[in-house]
């Protein structure tokens, strides 16, 4: 080797340790300001104003680094000499960037794998009895067959293999549902899915943080490969890649270990939570009051009860689940194997209790031991379910999970950065590297459902939680602070009872071309045609080249709104002939001068009146929308009548005042009519009918449902 090859890779290599110098402290400082930011939003909690002018200052410093980003993309003149005209701390900042991206890219998956667990979770907890047995009877033949085969044969047959597990959580679900009810004193008609989606949200949300776990080990990483290529002397470039090559591949084997070991971690602990009656029929009653009320039993209050746990009202006095505490403390000595002091016990059936007749021979004070000691002798039992998880611990799971998605997506990022170093043209390889990728999603749909169970359940459920979904599953559905019943609905609900089914049928379409979708699509695409067209001016631009795609979109749409105007209003559409004609003329002039552009290369006149009519369509789609609604308002109160719609409406909120009235948990306030009077003043300047119309009922049953449902979408039949 040369003198010259020599200082080139000592330069390369010296350049190696530069980078590496200044992305741990890279990382560093960023660790710092996540823990900043974390104890300022703390901090900022109990005000929330503060909280949000928090939030705004974050979304702005992100605007500002993309902006950033931005502008040094554009100094750089080719893609090609990306990697040598950027500096070292431009180099960090584009990794940063990519692995930003990155992560959000991953969170937007997760959210949309939170969306699937709730509707499979859902699903499930609606099946049918006869559903339940089907799947048990089918999960019996496909165990039998499994047990006949071999270990080869069963991971050779992978069909049967995931239709098995398919089987096993839905089989696991109900029986779970059914042990969690039971142990945890809920009604039958508890929601069992809406509590593990609460207990979901908890968990994801851990996921769309980069804890402080993630940034370490990512420096603990980049400081053991800077440790190892000092320590080995690597100085050729050659060897540099190599060696980096070798880093890429133990880091994506290990990505594709981790994920496959906790996916068989959280079955083999859901099995065993299944398998024992101590987890899956723990008492978190029973023992909250074990806990909180030590000592209780001496003062002659046998008969207290464990009213606090399960009370929806404001008295927390007011007994909801009763247990004594005799019978409190029995049950949770049983399923802690402990005796009454929170001592071990050899047997599950020897359990002391002070009583009356039978004193202790020690007195309470001398062997009480402190609350902590009673929770760890409640924790170190031999089936706890803590024990069944690493280090005894579930947050370790989530901390594993957690770095994984960090590392891979700091793996794609780097891989993306430097791919043509790290694969040297080898295309074959580029597979290979998203195999890590295939490999967590996979685990990760598997095992988040799985994770989520397990922390949840048994001895570690969240009776904060349980509260919050009970109290909700109780919650009427209509509450006048969140849903405003207003007349306009009550007005419409009663029109679609009385109309035919094509005078209804015109309603509906009318309702959807003035639907606000509609008319912010038109006014974009409006919008993006107009800007397109004023680029003309500036020739090297080439705007030419999108009117083709865009230019005949929005005369469509405006040819679609026409048509289902005239539809949808039928001859009340023409009671005033100008502004139709207007109208008609404005769309016709804007469909044909739209194609003229495609001929027209530069600015002409046609040019510019295409342009002024796409600004008047602009301004003129609210006020046809407006003048439309007035003629259906005028027609269809025209046909009821006045009084049928006055004495409807003030039937109907009669009602749901009365209902709201009668709830217990509802804040009782005056009821006023000044929304219905003020609503009802168009309606009486119209002429009545002279053909009275009966008016239907709005089939509001308060008597007999458990809830009220909006006017709106419980009064519209079928068509």
Sequence with gaps: MSEADDDEADILHKAANTHEFIAVLTIMITLLMHVASIKLEQVLKRHKHLSEMLHHLYRELMVLGLISFGLFIIELHNW???????????????LIFLIAFGYTTFTALLMTLSVRISKFWDGIEQQHHSVYLENKAKFDTIRQSMDEM??????????????????????????????FLHSNHLPPSFSFARYLRKCKSHVLLQFGDIHSTCWMSLVVLVILDMLQRNSIGITSENYIFTFWRITFAVLGTSLCVIPVSILFKTRSILSEILCHSEMID???????????HWGDDDDGSHESSLSYAYDDGENPQQPVVHFTSES????????????????????????????????????????????????????????????????????????????????VVCYFATLFQFHTYIFAGRYWAYPFALIPLGVLLTCFAWTVPIYTIIIHVGQLVDLDIVLEARRKA???VLDMTAVSVTPSQLRRASTLMLLDNSDRLRLRVSMAIFGGRFQILLFWCILLQTVIVMLSYFESLSPHLFLPYVTPII???????????????????????????????????????????????????VLTACVLLRIYQIMRVSRIGRIMRHQQECHFEAKIGESEIEEQMKRTKRRIIEAISAEPSFHKKAASYPET????????????????VPMKSLRLNFEIADHIELPVRACVPDI
């Design 80 to 94: 090609e000499a990306l990697h040598y005209t950027k500096t070292t701390f431009e180099s960090i900042h584009i």
């Design 150 to 179: 071999s270990f080869a044969g069963q991971f050779l047959h992978f069909p049967l293999y995931l239709r098995y597990f398919t089987l096993v959580e839905q089989i696991s679900f109900h029986d779970l549902r059914l042990h």
């Design 282 to 292: 723990f008492d978190p009653v029973a023992a909250r009051y074990y806990i909180d």
């Design 328 to 407: 409190a403390l029995r049950r949770v000595a049983r399923t802690f194997q402990i005796d009454h002091w929170g001592q071990t016990g050899s047997s599950p059936d020897v359990v002391l209790f002070p009583s009356a007749s039978n004193q202790p021979h020690v007195e309470a004070s001398e062997l009480e031991p402190p609350r902590l000691a009673r929770v760890q002798s409640v924790h170190n039992v031999e089936f706890s379910q803590m024990n069944l998880f690493w280090f005894n611990s579930h947050v370790f799971m989530l901390r594993l999970m957690q770095v994984c998605l960090f590392l």
């Design 474 to 476: 109780s919650k009427p």
């Design 555 to 605: 005369p469509s749409l405006f040819v679609i709104e026409m048509l289902a105007k005239f539809y949808a209003a039928g001859p009340k559409f023409f009671t005033r002939s100008a502004v139709v004609v207007f109208d008609l003329v404005v769309v016709v002039c804007a469909f044909f001068a739209a194609f003229l552009q495609l001929f027209v290369p530069r600015v002409s006149p």
């Design 677 to 692: 009077q003020f609503a009802l003043g168009r309606s009486r300047t119209m002429p009545v009918s002279p053909q009275r």
